[in-house]
């Protein structure tokens, strides 16, 4: 006789019935609330650039003695418009003749010109002649308000380099003209609405490309996309919410956030898909396959982004103000990569149903496999030699590593420049013909009763030409520090920081600003950064993959190897650069380079591990991580495709230390999702066998 107690409980809806039937009736909902919250956040996220801060001061810690230069300064100049530079410099090599020197006369006259018809441009200073007669020189200033100064900077000079060219080309062949200055550097760096909205449509266009071929499905690759556009959508808006409550977002990280947050959301949706067209094949409800797949994958995408969003929190610990502020947008834009694809993909996919696969539709009975035949091939020859498989990974490695001989640190803003333009031949010329003129001299503020001492203790400093008085800062008395070095040079550096050693001891009120000290304290800012966040970022990564695969052996294997993939795809970025024509990098790349690499890269490891933990627990170590490679490495590798892409296409921004966060992240990802994750950790777990588990005892 049954009993009443079991009679109710088979009728009682089995949990995963009644979550089924909770995510059949969400799907509608779930729809229409992402679809009306991207169209209330657009004017938000649309307007980020408005709100981004690309100032040096930006890359500054609040305690440097040049940030509080700066905040002096724009106290004492508080309700005034910030002016930038424009040089215009006129040379010739064997002389300038009678011609130029009238050319010279009218390009300065027609700048002046100008005034009144170009908002910002102030009247042309006079000219001034180089001791060796070969080049002439003026400026004229452009005012703007302080958070608009480079997009008012770009009409300015544009109209500059138009009125000076005509007088110039007067002259005869062999007379160069160009405008230098950093009114000429921003606008040489300007990225426009329209470069941006061309890198967004690109990188879309990338990721619809690489979906359709993966997918093999004129629908599929649709909804995915669409899920990654409103997740850029939301993380673009948090971020604009962020910069309105005080945080640091740089041009920068605006870029890096747009390619960051639509090729996560493509990677979490890759990994998605593939396992509900598996689940798909063994339910014949639909909704049951969306249950299993979300229980299956929400794991490992919650550890796959919550690696990513604590190593992205970490950088709160920065001392650079932009690396501070690119934490929190970096973290917001994952979360809401990863909410939006958990949440609003599986409602598209459910609405769309099976015929969304087509013409491969998965179904109950049906013959399929989701093993890629190319990785399969791949594993079994990892599998029969594990170990010189490794030994020869380790070895390609450590020589992409040697490229690290090449990196240079070039905090110069004309570094910065793409190519060869009028800033960046302007500057070469003044340099040239102009020594001991720097433009970039060191502001000097002494507090009331040291001014004597403070001049006396910067004339005595070796390295310095020149201390010139100037007007009074505020309460603070002015002095310009002119330099024997090359300006943004070593020697330059190392002046600033024995004139700033002399002042403690003769004027220890006496603070050092300028350009060139603000390079400088960038730079000691990322050393410290450095030194801090790339041990602590390890840690975090380490803990949060441990706690994942409940294991100490395979997490220190993902670490170590995210590692030497770091340093080898950084020794590759740098060869690349060399190859570009840049003369270098800012102090700060590394650690965005760093961020990036080692936190997708643990991503992929994840989606790696994770899969062959859990084939390792039926079939054993070796055969679970042939049959988890199998199975994830064409998810991983188009995965990797999507986030190279995207990365790589900020190659396009005219501003070079974007294109090489951009090229080097899509070398580091190439380079992990080809040979490090796909062909290293799998040799090395099968070297290891199931000892890679403890201090669980088996797989």
Not at 21 to 39: E, F, G, N, S
Not at 61 to 66: E, F, I, L, M, W
Not at 611 to 619: N, P
Request: glycine content about 10%.
């Amino acid at each position: 006789m049954t009993h009443v107690s079991e009679i109710r409980e088979r009728k009682r809806p089995a949990p995963a019935g009644r979550l089924a039937r909770a995510v059949r009736w969400l799907r509608w909902p779930l729809l229409v609330a992402w679809l009306v919250a991207a169209v209330l956040l657009y004017p938000l996220a649309h307007n980020l650039g408005n709100v981004t801060n690309n100032t040096a001061a930006a890359n500054l810690p609040s305690s440097a003695p040049s940030t509080r230069v700066l905040l002096l300064e724009q106290a004492a100049e508080r309700g005034q418009p910030q002016t930038d530079a424009a040089v215009i410099v006129l040379a010739r090599n064997r002389g300038l003749t009678a011609a130029d020197l009238a050319a010279a006369a009218a390009a300065r006259s027609a700048v002046a010109r100008l005034v009144g018809h170009v908002n910002g441009l102030g009247g042309p200073g006079p000219e001034q002649r180089s001791a060796d007669g070969d080049a002439v020189e003026f400026s004229a200033g452009i005012t703007a308000p302080a958070n608009n100064a480079q997009s008012a900077d770009v009409p300015a000079v544009q109209a500059i380099r138009h009125a000076v060219a005509g007088p110039a080309s007067g002259a005869g062949d062999g007379l160069q003209v160009a405008v230098a200055g950093p009114a000429a550097v921003n606008a040489d760096t300007y990225v426009s609405t329209s470069a941006v909205n061309a890198l967004l449509i690109t990188a879309i266009g990338i990721i619809a490309i690489i979906l359709l071929i993966a997918y093999r499905s004129p629908l599929l690759w649709l909804p995915p996309l669409i899920g990654s556009i409103v997740a850029l959508d939301v993380g673009k808006a948090a971020a604009h919410g962020l910069a309105n409550a005080g945080l640091t977002v740089s041009n920068l990280s605006a870029d890096i956030l747009t390619v960051l947050v639509l090729g996560a959301a493509s990677d979490y949706a890759l990994l998605l898909v593939h396992r509900y067209r598996e689940e798909l094949r063994r339910h014949a409800a639909k909704e049951d396959a969306m249950v299993a797949a979300l229980r299956r994958t929400l794991p490992t995408l919650l550890a796959s982004s919550g690696t990513v969003v604590c190593a992205m929190l970490c950088l709160l610990a920065a001392q650079s103000a932009a690396l501070h502020g690119l934490g929190p947008v970096g973290a917001v834009g994952i979360a809401a990569a990863l909410l939006v694809q958990v949440t609003f993909l599986p409602a598209l996919l459910l609405i769309g149903g099976r015929p969304l696969f087509w013409p491969r539709v998965p179904r109950p009975g049906r013959g399929g496999h989701e093993e890629s035949r190319v990785w399969s091939r791949i594993g079994a020859r990892v599998g029969r030699h594990p170990v010189p498989v490794m030994v020869a990974a380790l070895l390609v490695l450590g020589g992409a590593c040697a490229g690290l001989a090449t990196l240079h640190i070039d905090n110069n803003p004309v570094a910065t420049v793409k190519g060869h333009p009028g800033s960046v031949t302007g500057t070469q010329l003044l340099a040239e013909h102009f020594r001991g003129q720097d433009t970039s001299a060191l502001d000097l503020l002494t507090p009331p009763g040291e001014a004597g001492a403070a001049a006396a203790a910067a004339r005595a400093t070796p390295g310095v030409s020149a201390v010139t008085a100037g007007l009074p800062v505020g309460a603070y008395g002015y002095y310009s520090v002119t330099l024997t070095a090359p300006a943004y040079s070593p020697g330059a550096y190392a002046t600033v920081a024995s004139l700033r050693d002399h002042l403690s001891r003769g004027a220890p009120g006496a603070l050092v600003g300028g350009d060139q000290a603000i390079q400088y304290d960038i730079i000691q800012a990322a050393r410290h950064d450095a030194l801090l966040l790339i041990p602590l970022v390890l840690v975090v990564i380490f803990v949060i993959v441990a706690l994942l695969l409940q294991a100490v052996m395979a997490p220190l294997l993902l670490i170590v190897t995210t590692a030497i993939s770091f340093a080898a795809s950084f020794g590759l970025s740098s060869l690349l650069w060399r190859g570009l024509g840049f003369s270098g990098i800012e102090a700060q790349i590394p650690l965005y380079v760093f961020i990036f690499l080692v936190a997708l890269g643990v991503d992929y490891n994840i989606f790696l591990t994770a899969r062959i933990r859990e084939e390792s627990r039926q079939a054993g170590i070796n055969q679970g991580t042939l049959r988890g490679l199998a199975v994830t490495g064409g998810v991983i590798t188009a995965a990797g495709l999507v986030m190279a892409g995207t990365f790589g296409d900020l190659a396009r921004i005219p501003y070079v230390p974007v294109t090489e966060v951009g090229t080097a992240v899509a070398v580091g990802v190439l380079l992990d999702t080809l040979l490090v994750r796909t062909v290293l950790v799998p040799a090395g777990l099968l070297t290891i066998g199931k000892r890679v588990w403890w201090p669980a005892r088996s797989g």
